[in-house]
Nanobody, 122 residues
């Protein structure tokens, strides 16, 4: 079993930055695909970015490309999401997830964190 815990969400003004963190409980962290998803009220869960922890390959949703950056610290079993130039439409609960498939589909991720709220004011 893998436990994931997100942190770092808060209220920020448009144009500002935030860094979210996702800490994993599992020592074999490096074998996973880690993804960030978000869900706004009344909307479906949306893919944001994923990273293969074995190869470092990343893939970003078009809506965040050039503004968001995923990174990792293997020593801390933690993946980060640096979010710059935030927009009101980025407001959502952000979830990290872990799985074995390099996919945009949330259904293919086995483990999920509880989410962290990001609110961007205009």
């Amino acid at each position: 079993q893998v436990q994931l815990a997100e942190s770092g969400g808060r209220l920020v003004q448009a144009g500002g930055s935030l860094r979210l963190a996702c800490a994993s409980s599992r020592r074999t962290f490096s074998t996973f695909i880690m993804g960030w998803f978000r869900q706004a009220p009344g909307k479906e869960r949306e893919f944001v970015v994923r990273i293969s922890l074995s190869s470092g390959t990343t893939y970003y949703a078009d809506s965040v490309k050039g503004r968001f950056t995923i990174s990792r610290d293997d020593a801390k079993n933690t993946v980060y999401l640096q979010m710059n130039n935030l927009k009101p439409e980025d407001t959502a609960v952000y979830y990290c997830a872990a799985g074995d498939n390099f996919s945009n589909s949330p259904e293919l991720y086995k483990y999920w964190g509880q989410g962290t709220q990001v609110t961007v004011s205009s």
